[in-house]
Nanobody, 121 residues
């Protein structure tokens, strides 16, 4: 049973920083691209950043210059360092990954349960 578990959310003031972590666990043969999505109240879930297994990253325009995605393949973890946070960054942040549980089947998409980030003065 594969699980993604996020941590690191919280309440911060504008301009402050947070680091989100996501740990993959369970039966894992390989992990492809890992992503962070965000869902603000009343809005659709949107991609914030993604990173391939080789370390190539991609960011939403709103995250460029402020957020950094990274991963530790040995630990099956992905991180999102968020600096200079703004009120519009508020939302539930979800970890997403393409995981191949074993060598005999294709990769599946997995989601974490989400972690709340609130940016408010």
């Amino acid at each position: 049973q594969v699980q993604l578990v996020e941590s690191g959310g919280g309440l911060v003031q504008p301009g402050e920083s947070l680091r989100l972590s996501c740990a993959a666990s369970g039966s894992i043969f390989s992990i492809g691209t890992m992503d962070w999505y965000r869902q603000a109240p009343g809005k659709q879930r949107e991609l914030v950043a993604d990173i391939t297994s080789g370390g190539r990253s991609n960011y939403a325009d709103s995250a460029k210059g402020r957020f950094t995605i990274s991963r530790d393949n040995a630990k099956d973890m992905v991180y999102l360092q968020m600096n200079n946070l703004k009120p519009e960054d508020t939302g539930v942040y979800y970890c997403h990954a393409e995981i191949q549980p074993n060598r005999y089947i294709s990769a599946y998409e997995f989601w974490g349960q989400g972690t709340q980030v609130t940016v408010s003065s």
